[in-house]
């Protein structure tokens, strides 16, 4: 028995699980106990850490997005 409200959060989830499939499609980065940012390098505290932060994240991602 779906009601209109079950079919949006089925479509919700089909959108999310599309993200993800496309995310997981791209270059897979393994930690190395440094910051993937060529700009940055900064070694990182975290050893399963990939960036130092979001920006050193989104920096990355637009050079290999
Ligand atoms: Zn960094």
Avoid: V
């Avoid at 089909?14 to 440094?34: K, T, V």
């Avoid at 994240?57 to 050079?63: F, I, L």
């Amino acid at each position: 028995m779906a009601d209109a409200a079950d079919d949006a959060n089925e479509l919700a989830q089909q959108h999310i699980d599309q993200l993800l499939n496309n995310r997981q499609r791209g270059p897979r980065l393994r930690p190395c106990g440094e910051c993937h940012n060529p700009l940055c390098g900064n070694e990182l505290d975290d050893d399963r850490a990939l960036f130092c932060g979001a920006e050193c994240s989104m920096e990355w991602e637009k050079r290999n997005g």
